[in-house]
């Protein structure tokens, strides 16, 4: 089965073999990964004040087709990173204190906490609402546009901010959406390889990522743009994991060139 997006053609079977090999290492849930997409869906499709998946989809492919986008990850280096980044930009002139210019900034999560810090509200959120949920929803009413994800851990904060969201957000899962749900299906586990097949799909001219430190578990980022240090039986093992994944998935993806900031730490 393959959808038509955008002009731009996914073919689930390319993703979902990967999807059913995460089931087995991670242990998931796959019934209850598609009944949270089945919830996903009810609360955007009850909600008159979320645009439609097709015009927010629009909107995305008009910010990012063609443009160099920058993924702003959770991990450790995240903050000098951008620190740097927006010190080359605005020391170039292409960034002021408040805009990008023709750059176009894509959150994963809880980075947008960070991003936020700094002054600047992202163009694209991707994000199952693990972090800070309060600077995403004020950031989605700033006109970013939401990628939201379902799957079987997060049922109850869908349900809970489900009757806040507003403006552009589009649903995604990782099992294959049902037909009329209008949930999407990408490609990408975590939020951060997520959002670069996201990227991917709507062909930026290039794709570069910040705070992707692959090799080390970081502490959560929650809202204000401070962390919290995760802890809890295997909790740990299971996140290292999951950048297992993120760093294969990430390998997959050939157009355009994944650039990491400042030099490449991928182990392809």
């Excluded at 949270?36 to 004040?49: E, H, M, P, W, Y």
């Excluded at 800070?132 to 006109?143: F, K, N, P, S, T």
């Excluded at 740990?236 to 993120?246: C, D, H, N, T, V």
Aim: overall charge negative; glycine content about 12%.
């Amino acid at each position: 089965m393959a959808q038509m997006i955008g002009g731009v053609r996914l073919d689930l079977e390319d993703w979902l073999p990967y999807y059913e090999a995460i089931v087995k290492d991670l242990g998931l849930d796959r019934e209850q990964d598609t009944l949270s997409a089945r919830i996903l869906s009810d609360i955007l499709s009850s909600n008159v004040r979320v645009a439609g998946a097709r015009l927010s989809e629009e909107k995305a492919g008009s910010l990012i087709s063609g443009r160099d986008t920058f993924i702003l990850g959770g991990g450790p280096e995240l903050e000098p990173e951008l620190d740097r980044l927006i010190s080359i930009r605005t020391g170039e002139g292409t960034w002021t204190p408040s805009d990008t210019g023709t750059d176009i900034l894509i959150t994963a999560d809880g980075a947008t906490s960070v991003l936020l810090s700094r002054g600047y509200v992202p163009h694209v959120i991707v994000t199952d609402m693990d972090g800070g949920v309060e600077d995403q929803m004020a950031c989605l009413r700033e006109g970013s546009v939401m990628f939201l994800h379902a799957h079987g851990d997060n049922q109850d904060i869908l349900e809970k901010i489900g009757p806040r969201l507003e403006g552009n957000v589009i649903g995604t899962t990782q099992v294959e959406p049902e037909k009329g749900s209008g949930l999407r299906n990408y490609g990408g586990f975590t939020d951060g390889d997520r959002a670069a097949f996201i990227s991917r799909h709507f062909r930026p001219m290039s794709i570069e990522l910040l705070g992707f430190d692959l090799d080390i578990v970081a502490d959560k980022i929650i809202d204000g743009g401070t962390r919290r240090s995760m802890s809890g039986p295997g909790l740990s093992e299971m996140k290292y994991r999951k950048l297992i994944w993120a760093n294969l998935l990430l390998g997959a993806i050939t157009e355009p060139k994944i650039r990491f900031f400042g030099h490449d730490r991928r182990t392809m």
